[in-house]
């Protein structure tokens, strides 16, 4: 059974950057699938942040585009999303999915000083 | 951006009822839409995903049907475990991904 998990610091300082990693079980990365990032802030609906392929294809939603980067590590069976220059409006529950159909738990990332 | 809005925003229901949410998107996503059941404080759920596929697992009273930009998900029989947010999403195309804003049914 496919799982993934987050993780990452739940609270990150205002204008600094937001880290996070996806660890997939249960299954390799290594396969063509897509490997995205949805966040949800308190109280809101989804918004879809990006995603990436093994090989490193990347596609990123054009609001965040500036400030997000997407690496996935084969060897570790991970993928990873960097947001820079946060702000309070970062505060969400961060998601990896794999495509649509897995998802992990989500983990709460507070910006806040 | 391929714009999605669901409808209606919130929906009181009763158990046993027949429940149908809307979603359009703002140009032809074939059939490239997935239905979500969130529950609080959890990750959404995939239900129906080619916007009428099955996901293995959900229970038979969920359907979804549509093409192009409009699309419905139906709950024949409503059960005290399906008092949830309902979302759609287009993966038609990234550029980028877009979610509806969500349909919350709640116990009339």
């Known amino acids: 059974q496919l799982q993934l998990q987050e993780s990452g610091p739940g609270l990150v300082k205002p204008s600094e950057t937001l880290s996070l990693t996806c660890t997939v079980s249960?299954?390799?990365?290594?396969?063509?699938?897509?490997w995205g990032w949805t966040r949800q802030p308190p109280g809101k609906g989804l918004e879809w942040i990006g995603g990436?392929?093994?090989?490193?294809?990347?596609y990123y939603n054009p609001s965040l585009r500036s400030r997000v980067t997407l690496s996935v590590d084969t060897s570790k069976n991970q993928f990873s999303l960097r947001l820079t220059s946060v702000t309070a409006a970062d505060t969400a529950v961060y998601y990896c999915?794999?495509?649509?159909?897995?998802w992990g738990q989500g983990t709460l990332v507070t910006v806040s000083s | 951006d391929i714009q999605m809005t669901q409808s209606p925003s919130t929906l009181s229901a009763s158990v046993g009822d027949r429940v149908t949410i809307t979603c359009r998107a703002s140009?032809?996503?074939?059939?490239?839409l997935a239905w979500y059941q969130q529950k609080p404080g959890t990750a959404p759920k995939v239900l129906i995903y080619?916007?009428?596929t099955l996901e293995i697992g959900v229970p038979p009273r969920f359907s979804g049907s549509g093409s192009g930009t409009e699309f419905t998900l139906t709950i024949t029989s409503l059960q005290p475990d399906d008092f949830a947010t309902y979302y759609c999403?287009?993966?038609?195309?990234?550029?980028?991904?877009?979610f509806g804003q969500g349909t919350k049914v709640e116990i009339k």
């Open positions: 999915a794999r495509s649509i159909r897995y």
């Open positions: 249960g299954g390799s990365i290594n396969t063509n699938y897509f």
């Open positions: 990436i392929y093994y090989n490193g294809d990347t």
């Open positions: 140009q032809s996503i074939s059939d490239w």
């Open positions: 080619k916007a009428s």
């Open positions: 999403q287009q993966y038609k195309s990234f550029s980028p991904w877009t």
